[in-house]
């Protein structure tokens, strides 16, 4: 079983509409979280992260942590045709560890 | 802003052949990482660097070496190409120890790299 799975997708949506990404986890220690938004032919980039449990919002992005359910999601409100990517969901168990990847999911927001 | 570069986009190589894959990044970061992308697999850690000439294997490290020379290359080996070794590399670079938040990472455009 790997440490971090994430659903492949695609997940495809309208413009306009809520996407709901998640990653479930089973190391416990995993305290600071990640998610990465990868474009087509590019490298990941950090999008936002979250220490611990609860939300962090910023703009049309929401991080959300349930450690006790070892679960994390990202909600992207109003979803536009940029946002389609692959969403990759990342953990540590310290500020400066290395970093554990989820698979990655693709979304596509359809005009 | 950072900049970490890759010196290819795209590479052919024929089995058993020897592979250098470079990065370079400009932003003095002390950790530096290389990665592999395949589908459903996500990104799987290879080798990562602390400090110049100080490596440590990653999770997937059968069949590649790196090198870290200098503070801002970062070189990744394959010493007998395979074609399993066939997959996109990422090399990413970080600011390193003693950060209090995240230490993120900051990633290079990716080598496609094709064994035949």
């Known amino acids: 079983q790997k440490e971090v799975e994430q659903d492949p997708g695609p997940l495809s949506v309208p413009e306009g509409a809520i996407v709901s990404l998640n990653c479930t986890y089973s190391?416990?220690?995993?305290?600071?979280f990640m998610w990465y938004r990868q474009y087509s032919r590019k490298g990941p980039e950090l999008l936002m992260y979250?220490?611990?449990?609860g939300n962090k919002e910023d703009g049309r992005f929401t991080a959300q942590v349930d450690k006790s359910s070892k679960y994390i999601s990202l909600f992207i409100r109003d979803s536009q045709p940029s946002d389609s990517a692959t969403y990759l969901c990342a953990m540590s168990v310290a500020a400066g560890n290395k970093l554990t990847f989820g698979g990655g999911t693709r979304v596509l927001v359809k005009p | 802003d950072v900049k970490v570069t890759q010196s290819s986009r795209y590479l052919v190589k024929r089995t058993g052949e020897k592979v250098f894959l470079e990065c370079v990044q400009d932003?003095?970061?002390?950790?530096m990482f290389w990665y592999r992308q395949d589908p459903g697999l996500g990104l799987r850690l290879i080798y990562f660097s602390y400090d110049v000439k100080m490596k440590e294997k990653g999770d997937i490290p059968e069949g590649y070496s790196v090198s870290r020379e200098k503070k801002e290359r970062f070189s990744l080996i394959l010493e007998s190409a395979s074609t399993n070794q066939t997959s996109m590399y990422l090399c990413?670079?970080?600011?390193?120890?003693?950060?209090?938040?995240?230490?993120?990472?900051?990633f290079g455009p990716g080598t496609r790299l094709t064994v035949l």
């Open positions: 990413a670079s970080s600011l390193g120890a003693g950060t209090s938040v995240p230490d993120t990472q900051y």
């Open positions: 979250t220490y611990s449990s």
């Open positions: 190391n416990s220690a995993f305290q600071y």
């Open positions: 932003m003095d970061h002390e950790n």
